[in-house]
Every structure is written in structure tokens, then in C-alpha cells.
């Protein structure tokens, strides 16, 4: 067995698959439910000071060997190599992800895209599909490239044209669209385009996110993974489990509990992290924790 068989072999048990998915739109929709659901989207080692390396080969390994993976451009690094590995056309994409309605014609790189091509249906004639495990809370099951709602789960995901963009000669996928995310979600947006999404170019966002004081990955530790309908969340002190019906929220009040939650619901890896390091970001997040309350949870 050479290597890259080996590595595929322990990514797709890390997701509890013990046979190898086909390259179908079923075979997508599998491992994409179980990578959302096995490998939570995560900030620690951002917040300890210490970023894992963003490049698809280190993330992989990672993933592979039972690790963190990290957030957006680990994750979808990774998924990407599991994706071609396992026999789908994969394409990626510049994203820009938004929060305020000010930022959204912004044009910095914040989200690393995945299209997967060749698998048409009834529905979905072009045969494009969304795949994405880096947004935390998300799509359970890629979408379709397709303009309109598109319902996962209980959840309505909107799929918009793109400002100005041309498709045409892009036989891998459409160049540029927009996207409405869940409603309650942190972000409101993405813009997708065909903008400089190298591995320079991620290398350099990575870097300005993961050490810049002014960073939003700098803030808060903020763990998250999508299982089913459930979006499960643990940012700062605060543990949510948000679904189509309703908000179960309630705030970690003890050491044990919040590790507990990072460890056991979220399922995040920590066996690296020393009991020096544990301490000094519990300070840290019951520190911004009481200034967020005092503040009127803003």
C-alpha cells in the first residue's frame, strides 16, 4: 500500500467510513455529512499561540493522524485532497466571507471554496456542487450549484448570482456567485469568485489571521461542527446547539464543563495541549467572557 493509500485509509476511518465512498453525488453526500460531523472547525491552536501549518499536505496528516484540523483554509485543504483522492473533479475558489453589510463588496480572501464537477441531476443539470467543511456552521450535504433556496436539514441556504461575473469558459465549474447563510448564523455571506486563491495567496491570509492582534480568530476560541440538523457550538463560554426549531444556549460555568464540552460534544483533539496552556486560555476566555456580559452581550 503506498502512501497516499495509507493517508486516504486513516482520513476516511477518522470519519468512521470503513469502505471507500464512490465518486457519485451519494458517495459526496456521505463523506461530507461525516467530515462536518467527525472534525470540528477550530481556532485553539490560533488562541495558543501556535498555527498549524496552512498547506493541504500538513492539514491532511493532521486529519489522517486523529488531530485538529483547524479552520476554513485547513479544512477545506484537506477536504479538498480526500475529495480527488477518492476519484471527484474538484475545483477551488476565492471566498469573501461578510458579516456587516458595509464588508460585503470587500475583496479580501477569507474562505477557501471547493466546486465538485461532473455530477448532474434532474435538478442540477451542470452538475456543480458546493462542498464545504469550513464554515463552522454550515451545509450538512454540498450544494447545488444552482441559483435559488436550497433546503438541508431544515435549514435554507441561498445560492445568488454573481456581481458581474461571466461563467462562460470555465468548464470546471461557474466563476462567481453569491450565497445567503442560515439565518441566526454568525456570518451573513459569502462572495465567490475566481479572484487569486493560490497557495501563496492562502498562505499569506493564513498568516495575517492567524497572528494579526486585530484578527477575529484572535478573539475568541470557537469550536463547531454540523451534525445532522444540529449546528453545535462552543464560543468562549457560551455552548449552543442551534436546529431548525429553536436555540438550546447556556453558558459553561466551570473549567470542567467547558473543556468537557470542547472535548466530548464537540469532539475536538487536545492531547497536545499542556495543562499550562488549558489554564491560561481559561483565564483569557472568563476574562472576555465577563467584558462581553458587562457589555451587554453585544
Given at each position: 500500500?503506498?502512501?497516499?493509500?495509507?493517508?486516504?485509509?486513516?482520513?476516511?476511518?477518522?470519519?468512521?467510513?470503513?469502505?471507500?465512498?464512490?465518486?457519485?453525488?451519494?458517495?459526496?453526500?456521505?463523506?461530507?455529512?461525516?467530515?462536518?460531523?467527525?472534525?470540528?472547525?477550530?481556532?485553539?491552536?490560533?488562541?495558543?499561540?501556535?498555527?498549524?501549518?496552512?498547506?493541504?499536505?500538513?492539514?491532511?496528516?493532521?486529519?489522517?493522524?486523529?488531530?485538529?484540523?483547524g479552520?476554513?483554509?485547513?479544512?477545506?485543504?484537506?477536504?479538498?485532497?480526500?475529495l480527488?483522492?477518492?476519484?471527484?473533479?474538484?475545483?477551488?475558489?476565492?471566498?469573501?466571507?461578510?458579516?456587516?453589510?458595509?464588508?460585503?463588496?470587500?475583496?479580501?480572501?477569507n474562505?477557501?471554496?471547493?466546486?465538485?464537477?461532473?455530477?448532474?441531476?434532474?435538478?442540477?443539470?451542470?452538475?456543480?456542487?458546493?462542498?464545504?467543511?469550513?464554515?463552522?456552521?454550515?451545509?450538512?450535504?454540498?450544494?447545488p450549484?444552482?441559483?435559488?433556496?436550497?433546503?438541508?436539514?431544515?435549514?435554507?441556504?441561498?445560492?445568488?448570482?454573481?456581481?458581474?461575473?461571466?461563467?462562460?469558459?470555465?468548464?470546471?465549474?461557474?466563476?462567481?456567485?453569491?450565497?445567503?447563510?442560515?439565518?441566526?448564523?454568525?456570518l451573513?455571506?459569502?462572495?465567490?469568485?475566481?479572484?487569486?486563491?493560490?497557495?501563496?495567496?492562502?498562505?499569506?491570509?493564513?498568516?495575517?489571521?492567524?497572528?494579526?492582534?486585530?484578527?477575529?480568530?484572535?478573539?475568541?476560541?470557537?469550536?463547531?461542527?454540523?451534525?445532522?440538523?444540529?449546528?453545535?457550538?462552543?464560543?468562549?463560554?457560551?455552548?449552543?446547539?442551534?436546529?431548525?426549531?429553536?436555540?438550546?444556549?447556556?453558558?459553561?460555568?466551570?473549567?470542567?464543563?467547558?473543556?468537557?464540552?470542547?472535548?466530548?460534544?464537540?469532539?475536538?483533539?487536545?492531547?497536545?495541549?499542556?495543562?499550562e496552556?488549558?489554564?491560561?486560555?481559561?483565564?483569557?476566555?472568563?476574562?472576555?467572557?465577563?467584558?462581553?456580559?458587562?457589555?451587554?452581550?453585544?
Open positions: 500500500m503506498g502512501e497516499a493509500e495509507t493517508l486516504l485509509e486513516a482520513y476516511l476511518g477518522r470519519l468512521g467510513l470503513t469502505e471507500r465512498p464512490p465518486a457519485t453525488l451519494a458517495g459526496l453526500r456521505r463523506v461530507h455529512r461525516a467530515h462536518v460531523a467527525r472534525i470540528a472547525y477550530d481556532n485553539l491552536s490560533i488562541m495558543l499561540g501556535r498555527p498549524d501549518p496552512v498547506d493541504a499536505a500538513a492539514g491532511t496528516s493532521r486529519a489522517a493522524a486523529g488531530g485538529r484540523l479552520y476554513c483554509f485547513h479544512q477545506n485543504g484537506a477536504f479538498g485532497w480526500l480527488s483522492e477518492l476519484g471527484f473533479s474538484v475545483s477551488r475558489r476565492h471566498g469573501h466571507v461578510w458579516v456587516r453589510p458595509e464588508d460585503q463588496l470587500g475583496t479580501t480572501l474562505h477557501l471554496v471547493l466546486v465538485v464537477s461532473g455530477l448532474p441531476t434532474d435538478d442540477n443539470p451542470g452538475g456543480h456542487w458546493w462542498a464545504d467543511a469550513g464554515l463552522g456552521e454550515g451545509f450538512a450535504e454540498p450544494l450549484l444552482v441559483r435559488g433556496d436550497h433546503v438541508v436539514e431544515g435549514w435554507s441556504f441561498g445560492i445568488g448570482a454573481g456581481f458581474g461575473a461571466q461563467a462562460a469558459g470555465r468548464p470546471t465549474g461557474p466563476a462567481a456567485w453569491t450565497y445567503r447563510h442560515l439565518p441566526g448564523g454568525v451573513r455571506g459569502i462572495v465567490v469568485t475566481s479572484r487569486d486563491h493560490s497557495p501563496a495567496a492562502v498562505a499569506t491570509a493564513h498568516e495575517w489571521l492567524s497572528l494579526a492582534p486585530e484578527s477575529p480568530f484572535r478573539r475568541v476560541l470557537v469550536a463547531q461542527r454540523v451534525d445532522g440538523p444540529d449546528q453545535r457550538t462552543v464560543r468562549g463560554l457560551v455552548h449552543q446547539v442551534m436546529t431548525p426549531a429553536g436555540r438550546d444556549q447556556h453558558d459553561l460555568a466551570s473549567y470542567d464543563e467547558w473543556r468537557g464540552a470542547l472535548v466530548d460534544d464537540l469532539l475536538l483533539p487536545v492531547d497536545d495541549v499542556t495543562p496552556e488549558w489554564r491560561s486560555l481559561w483565564d483569557r476566555t472568563q476574562a472576555s467572557h465577563r467584558a462581553w456580559d458587562e457589555a451587554g452581550r453585544p
